[in-house]
């Protein structure tokens, strides 16, 4: 195996010469899968940094509860006034203003705190009530 053969060596120059003509013909299909490649990393990208401003403008979780963006405060066509002179704004201030600091994260959103008594109420009958019964 030590002797040149030169029919084995027009076979590898042919083998070259078919690996690099099927090279050229990739080039083609290479091309567009790196444009797609590309376009699809620019498009992740673009999601991440809108979800990003998302984030840094929504307000953050402080405590359990989420923040609730509340409903728009609107009157139905049949409550409106004739006159809209005569329209009064609707809403609550104090709620607004309750609300507009949650959204800053300056307090943490939460449920309205239940109304629980200490102890039982006791139920006395009184005479005139008896009286009028009887």
Known sequence: MGLWCPQAA????????LVQAQGLFQLRSLRRALLLRDRELRRRRRLREQ????QETAPRRL???????PDPEVQLSEELPESLRSLR???NVLRDRFKSLQRRNLIEPRDRAKFRRRYRVKYVEKRSFRAVTL
Request: hydrophobic share 20%; charged share 65%.
């Open 51 to 54: 979800r990003r401003e998302r």
């Open 10 to 17: 027009a076979r590898a120059r042919a083998r070259r010469a």
């Open 89 to 91: 704004p609707e809403g």
């Open 63 to 69: 405590g359990r509860k989420r923040y609730e963006e």
